[in-house]
């Protein structure tokens, strides 16, 4: 079935109000996973709702908990989440922060007592659609080794910039710290496919290509050691800054589907206002895709893109034409909504 953006949106608002949110937190929720579907991340997109619900039925997230914001400093804003939905919580620690932002030229919010956002790009656009440049990153579970390591201490934390262009065509990078995201691991289980052995490695530390021995042991972070102390540095920042719980003492939302994992993320924002005027801004963005677009491709039939070209495609594809979605995915969101 083909549904239009709206009916998507609305029909995710009361899936998630029939587990008991709140309707304002709902539809923030709603509109994040809507967006994420739309650029074609359907790994983050309308298939976490079902995910988040059993959560919610498990205990491990609150479906009616209110985020609890503070104003420490004139830019700075800090956020309780108390285990709420997380995408709801993100977002409104995102709109927190393009207020102080708005009003000071910087805004950052920093968030303790979250839970999973789902994928980064969709605030990054909110933001870059508003004309703030952003740096966006969330915890997770621990997943990969620490430099000379073996065990698993630190989370595989996504990081997410955006760079606005206020002609649309906005950069953003959405990127996890592993050589691949471990929802692709996931559905290589889901699909009975190998992965390649750069992604992970089994229990004992050896390079696999078995995903289901993939999922039990660590994912193998971008760049060696560099990656690994990159992901630690993003934990130190959204959970040591925070107050959330950092590294290994985050648990699996898997296995324990009834514990807060009380996860912290960090939204930074420029209002790219203060700095250059739109048309200013316009030409150095057009000038900067230039400069990358025309490099000489490696494979012509894959052309040189700039971050987020293929996620910017796919909204307006999904805009234009609808969201066509599988119909288990749709008999389960129906169940939820009633």
Excluded at 145 to 163: D, H, Q, S, Y
Aim: charged share 20%.
């Amino acid at each position: 079935m083909t549904l239009t953006e709206q009916q998507t949106r609305d029909l995710v608002r009361r899936a998630f109000v029939g587990v008991g949110v709140p309707d304002t937190a709902a539809d923030d929720a709603a509109e994040v996973l809507t967006l994420a579907e739309m650029m074609g991340i359907r790994t983050h997109g309308l298939n976490r709702v079902p995910v988040y619900a059993d959560r919610i039925a498990g205990g491990g997230i609150d479906p009616r908990a209110e985020a609890v914001i503070s104003a420490p400093a004139p830019a700075l804003r800090q956020v309780q989440g108390n285990n709420g939905l997380g995408p709801a919580i993100a977002h409104r620690a995102l709109i927190a922060a393009m207020g102080a932002a708005r009003d000071l030229g910087l805004g950052a919010a920093f968030v303790r007592g979250g839970t999973h956002v789902g994928a980064l790009a969709p605030y990054l656009w909110i933001a870059a659609e508003a004309g703030f440049a952003c740096v966006m990153t969330s915890t997770t579970a621990a997943m990969i080794a620490p430099a000379g390591g073996r065990g698993a201490k630190i989370g595989n934390n996504p990081l997410g910039i955006a760079v606005p262009d206020p002609g649309g065509a906005h950069v953003i990078l959405d990127m996890a710290l592993s050589v691949a995201a471990r929802s692709r691991v996931r559905a290589a289980v889901e699909t009975g496919r190998a992965i390649p052995e750069s992604w992970a490695t089994d229990a004992e530390g050896r390079p696999t290509t078995d995903p289901a021995a993939a999922m039990q042991g660590l994912m193998r972070a971008i760049g060696g050691d560099k990656g690994a102390n990159l992901a630690l540095c993003l934990d130190l920042m959204a959970a040591g800054l925070s107050g959330a719980a950092m590294l290994s003492d985050i648990g699996t939302a898997a296995a324990a589907r009834d514990t807060p994992q009380n996860l912290g993320q960090m939204i930074l924002l420029v209002d790219t206002r203060r700095l250059l005027p739109a048309e200013t801004l316009a030409e150095r963005m057009q000038q900067a895709r230039d400069s990358v677009t025309q490099s000489v491709a490696i494979d012509p039939s894959q052309p040189v893109r700039m971050p987020g070209d293929r996620a910017l495609r796919a909204l307006c594809d999904a805009r234009a034409n609808g969201l066509s979605l599988p119909d288990d995915l749709l008999d389960r969101l129906g169940q939820l909504a009633g």
